[in-house]
Each structure stands twice: as structure tokens, then as C-alpha cells.
């Protein structure tokens, strides 16, 4: 499960990084970024991050959907629900299993 997760994280830090570039640019006048798009890109990967943390032992047995009875079982990669969901966005970049899905 955890090849899941580390491909989320590595996934948000790409996403922070290419925001970081387009801020630099905007910030250096070398390029029109606009700051809202980007304030708003730095806030979604604090979310997906921060759901990701809560969401971390999901599907191994001490997760909140462990808890509830809605966690994957261990074999699956995906952890729970939300864990899937988090890598729907991120599913046409190299790495993503299609088995992860949600
Ligand atoms: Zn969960």
C-alpha cells in the first residue's frame, strides 16, 4: 500500500514545485501568472496533503476508515475511498496503476 502513497506525496511535490516556478516567474515579472490561480494550486495541495496524512494507515488497520468498516483490504494498494480519489487526478501521469483507480 504504500507504493500508492508514496506516489500520491511524489505526486503533490511536483505539483508544488511547477507552482513554485510559475510564482518565481510572476514574482520576476518574466511572466503574467496569475496569483489567485496560484494561491489556490498551493491551498489544493495542502488539502490533498493533509487528506492524505489523515487517510495514511487506511487499509492496515488503525485508519478512520478502518474504524468505520470502509477500508480496502490490505492487499489493496488503494488504502480506502478517499485515498483513490486522491490519485483520480494525478491518473495520466507515468506511474499511476490503473488498478487504482476508484
Ligand atoms: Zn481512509
Do not use: N
Amino acid at each position: 500500500m504504500d507504493r500508492f502513497a508514496d506516489f500520491l506525496r511524489r505526486q503533490i511535490d511536483i505539483d508544488l514545485e511547477l507552482l513554485r516556478w510559475v510564482r518565481e516567474d510572476a514574482e520576476s515579472g518574466t511572466s503574467r501568472g496569475c496569483f489567485i490561480t496560484i494561491i489556490r494550486g498551493f491551498r489544493e495541495c495542502e488539502l490533498k496533503a493533509r487528506l492524505l496524512r489523515v487517510h495514511q494507515w487506511c487499509g492496515q488497520g488503525s485508519g478512520p476508515c478502518d474504524q468505520v468498516g470502509d477500508a480496502f483490504p490490505p492487499e489493496d494498494e488503494r488504502g480506502c475511498t478517499t485515498r483513490a480519489l486522491l490519485g483520480l487526478p494525478y491518473s495520466d501521469r507515468p506511474g499511476y496503476a490503473h488498478r487504482w483507480r476508484p
